[in-house]
Structure formats: structure tokens, C-alpha cells
């Protein structure tokens, strides 16, 4: 780490700013100060080493809240420091922050332990996808694994560990207004997903929506489910697997065109196949054929993504989204939602310097993780 100041970049600053020539001045782990155009800065800065851009894009990293491993490995039973060089991995992607997602199997508990234990630089929580949710829906989910509410066992959960922050269940099982409220008190964020839930199924408030679409019913004209509740539930937010293999770039665009751009957080829902050849590899308990970004299990099912926030954002701009959208898709909204925007999201004073740097067809050059400078 050191002071830089990244002179003549296109900074896409948050969802509504934007300097076309401006300058970008680094201290450690923080910004400490933007200008909006590089010729006109006057104070003397001191001491640093300046990286002229050279018109070169400018954003804040990616946060990507809903993957189940990479690069070989899965977080339903990584060690630290295998995830710790998935997050140095994850990094010369453009994503300097994520969440682990986790299933549940019979060592669940001991992993919330694993992963409880010690700070991994990016790691920022975890997202349980499950148990509690539709089986006819469960996706790529080990059916095995699916359980009804068990007030006593979701206690064993949230006892294991203090960094769940996000759940995402079926709002349609038995008891689930109990499961609901408990996560509530609990200050988990609830995601309805795996689901085929009506509009008078939904009994209790919830935050937003798991990877609109994808394991859930779809858009009706009269049977009021999901999808619709997330085109018009306006203060929801929506995660969208943006890979061009789970959604079409007409459905993409209709998600751009009609969601509001606050609120859509691109995700990768990528699996440990993601970063790895082409071949045959498990995921929960199933042999999965890897071949590009499409990965099917034996029951002929998508299983999971092999895609990263950066390929998500390159789609997203083709169905249409702006420089300054990409920004709070693949970063500014998921960290307001769950409270962390105060040092992530922005180029702003202040914040911490995770920054991704993209030529114009927007492919990572380089990448700061809190100040310090990585080849993508």
C-alpha cells in the first residue's frame, strides 16, 4: 500500500455521478479525496506515485452476495485458508467482497463455526439458502437436506454463528410466519426464493427476492407470485444471476427497463466449477457437466453458475444499463442492504479503496483492494 493518485479515469463515483477526466487520490486503505477533473486540481497533494488512466473506467469493486464456491472449491466445507485464497482469487475477478452461501447438510453447524472463527479479508457474512423451502422448487438443492420449520434447529443455527445475514426460504411452508419473525428478531435479512408462492401465501414482511426467475413460478396474468411481487413491490430488493445461461438478455432487459435500478443486485450464484475447466465435477451430492458458463446436473437441472459479477455486468450493459447502474447492481445497493455502505460502494472520501479499473468494453486491467494494487 502506498499514496496514488489515478489521474485522467472515467470515475463512475455512485448511481448518479460521474467524471469523465477526473482524479482519484489513494492513502492506504482509503480514498482520501476525488476531483472531478484532473487538470483543475490545485492544492499542493504531496507525495505520491501517480497512475495516469488514461480515460481508463473507474468503479467501485464488486460485492457479490449469493455464490456457493469457485475456483474448485465449496463453501459447504472449505478451511479458512482455502477460503482465503478464493478471496485473493475472487479479487482478480473485480470482486473485493462476497458472502459465503451455504446449504444444509450434516455439518452445517460445525462450518458456521469454520467460518465464524476468523476475519478472511472480503468476507463479509454468510447467506443460508435454505433448508426451510419448496421442494418442488428446490433447484439445484439436495432434496435430501430439505426440511420442514424447525424452530429448534434454526436456534442451532443462529447459535453457530454470529455472521448470518441473510436467509432465503419458501414463504408458502407450514409455519413460516414463525420462521419469518424469528429471523426477524434476529436482524437476518429474509429472501423468498425456491418457492411457488401466491401473493395470500406471503404472511410476514420480508426483504426481497433470491435469483429472480430462477427456482420459482413465473410471471402470470392472474396468479400473483414472485415475479410478479418483484416488478411491482418497488421498495424489495431482487437479485438477478445476470450470466446469460439462467435468464435471457430479453428477460434481462425487461428486469433493466422495469425494476428500479436501486433495488436489482447482481449476483453469480457461481459453484465451485466456476474458474475451472470444462468437465464433470460434484455439487450437492449430484455429478454436474461443466462446458462454458452452463453447468447441469444429473437431473438434467442448471446447477448453480460458473459466471462472475464482471461477466454479469458486461451482459447488463448490453440489455441497455448505464455506467452509473452497473455501479449499484453489482455493488452500492447490495452494501446498503445490509448496512455496509458507510465504507463500501463509492468512490467517496472516506471509504475503503476496493476498486476495479475496466478498459472501454469493460474487462478488468486492474484491480486495489484496499489500496494495494492487483493484476486482474
Given at each position: 500500500m502506498g499514496r496514488y493518485l489515478l489521474s485522467h479515469g472515467h470515475l463512475i463515483v455512485d448511481g448518479n455521478r460521474e467524471y469523465i477526466d477526473g482524479a482519484l487520490l489513494i492513502n492506504d486503505e482509503t480514498i482520501e479525496d476525488v476531483f472531478y477533473h484532473t487538470n483543475q486540481i490545485k492544492q499542493d497533494l504531496g507525495e505520491y506515485i501517480e497512475i495516469d488512466l488514461k480515460g481508463k473506467i473507474v468503479m467501485p469493486g464488486f460485492f457479490d452476495s449469493h455464490l456457493h464456491g469457485c475456483?474448485?472449491?465449496d463453501f459447504n466445507e472449505i478451511s479458512l485458508d482455502k477460503l482465503n485464497e478464493v478471496s485473493k482469487a475472487l479479487r482478480r475477478k473485480g470482486t473485493t467482497s462476497f458472502l459465503t452461501t451455504l446449504t444444509n447438510n450434516e455439518h452445517l453447524l460445525s462450518q458456521f463455526k469454520t467460518l465464524d472463527d476468523k476475519k478472511v479479508e472480503g468476507h463479509l457474512g454468510i447467506h443460508l439458502e435454505g433448508p426451510f423451502i419448496n421442494p418442488e422448487y428446490k433447484g439445484a438443492i439436495n432434496e435430501r437436506y430439505i426440511i420442514p420449520y424447525d424452530e429448534k434447529y434454526l436456534n442451532e443455527i443462529l447459535d453457530s454463528s454470529s455472521k448470518i445475514l441473510q436467509m432465503t426460504l419458501a414463504p408458502e411452508i407450514k409455519d413460516a410466519e414463525k420462521l419469518m419473525k424469528q429471523l426477524r428478531n434476529n436482524n437476518i435479512k429474509i429472501m423468498l426464493g425456491h418457492s411457488g408462492a401466491l401473493k395470500d401465501d406471503i404472511k410476514e414482511d420480508y426483504d426481497g427476492f433470491s435469483h429472480l426467475?430462477?427456482?420459482?413460478?413465473?410471471?402470470?396474468?392472474r396468479n400473483i407470485g414472485l415475479v410478479n411481487l418483484a416488478f411491482d413491490d418497488n421498495d424489495k430488493y431482487v437479485e438477478v444471476i445476470a450470466d446469460g445461461i439462467h435468464l435471457d438478455t430479453s428477460i434481462l432487459k425487461l428486469i433493466y427497463r422495469n425494476i428500479r435500478k436501486d433495488r436489482l443486485i447482481l449476483i453469480s450464484d457461481c459453484t465451485l466449477m466456476a474458474g475451472l475447466n470444462d468437465g464433470e465435477y460434484e455439487f450437492e451430492g449430484m455429478k454436474c457437466l461443466k462446458k462454458d458458463l452452463l453447468c447441469v446436473n444429473e437431473e438434467g437441472k442448471i446447477s448453480g453458475g460458473a459466471s462472475f459479477?464482471?461477466?454479469?455486468?458486461?451482459?447488463m450493459h448490453k440489455a441497455g444499463a448505464s455506467l452509473t447502474d452497473l455501479l449499484l447492481m453489482s455493488s452500492l445497493n447490495a452494501y446498503r442492504f445490509y448496512g455496509l455502505d458507510n465504507r463500501y460502494g463509492s468512490l467517496d472520501k472516506g471509504k475503503y479503496a476496493d476498486i476495479v479499473i475496466l478498459d472501454d468494453d469493460l474487462n478488468l486491467v486492474s484491480v486495489f483492494v484496499r489500496g494495494e494494487m492487483i493484476n486482474a
Open positions: 475456483f474448485g472449491y426467475f430462477n427456482a420459482s413460478n413465473g410471471l402470470h396474468h459479477i464482471i461477466d454479469g455486468l458486461k451482459n
